[in-house]
């Protein structure tokens, strides 16, 4: 079965610096990978998608892919409070037929003001 | 545009009762999920569907377990004979595309929290 694993956490930073997340996966065959954002009580909210290796920034956020190593990483820059949160990584794998996202248990960051 | 909406937002059932939970995806997405996420874990799938018809009900828990999507827009999560390990928030997810390519980005509905006592 392919796994998606993340570090629970929790990714403890100041207001200001950046915070890495990271995630591993099972499998290199054709996959795409998200992270989902999910506040507290809340649904998980898309914030990034990557397909390709190397680097994808959107704003303060920055998503790094290598297939190679079986490694997607987020980065945050400038963090601030209010992106406490638990952050999934997602992966879909095309070869398997299954049209679902397999997530990770999630990474919990505080961000301390 | 409206995003995936959820009805209820909280269910409490009693052991044994039936529940059905309502997903109303974003309107022209044709890929429909129902996902269950236990606390302190990532979404678990439980089914999928495009348009009306429902391709993959691998991750369904047991035969008490029963979604449809009648008209390819609306789907209903129906639990029967609730017991307290269905206790858990159901997550509704749509997607403008088919899965047939990498872009396959899925969005969320708020969840519907079930408890059962």
């Known amino acids: 079965q392919k796994e998606v694993e993340q570090n629970s956490g929790p990714l403890s930073v100041p207001e200001g610096a950046i915070a890495s997340l990271n995630c591993t996966y099972s499998?290199?065959?054709?996959?795409?990978f998200f992270w989902y954002r999910q506040y507290s009580g809340k649904s998980p909210e898309l914030i990034m998608s990557i397909y390709s290796n190397g680097d994808k920034e959107d704003g303060r956020f920055t998503a790094q892919l290598n297939k190679a190593s079986q490694y997607v990483s987020l980065l945050i820059r400038d963090s601030q409070p209010s992106d406490s949160a638990t952050y999934l990584c997602a992966v879909y794998w095309l070869d398997t037929g299954r049209r679902a996202l397999t997530f990770g248990s999630g990474t919990r960051l505080q961000v301390q003001p | 545009g409206a995003g995936v909406s959820q009805s209820p937002r909280y269910k409490v059932a009693k052991r044994g009762q039936d529940v059905a939970l309502r997903c109303d995806p974003i309107s022209g997405h044709v890929s429909l999920f129902w996902y269950q996420q236990a606390l302190g874990q990532g979404p678990e799938f439980l089914t999928y569907f495009q348009n009306e018809a429902q391709l993959d009900k691998s991750g369904l828990p047991s035969d008490r377990f029963f979604a449809e999507r009648p008209e390819g827009s609306v789907s209903t999560l129906k639990i029967q004979r609730t017991q307290q390990e269905d206790s858990a928030v159901y997550l509704c997810a749509s997607s403008y595309s088919q899965g047939l390519t990498d872009l396959y980005e899925q969005y969320f509905g708020p969840g519907t929290r079930l408890t059962v006592t």
């Open positions: 499998d290199r065959v054709s996959q795409s």
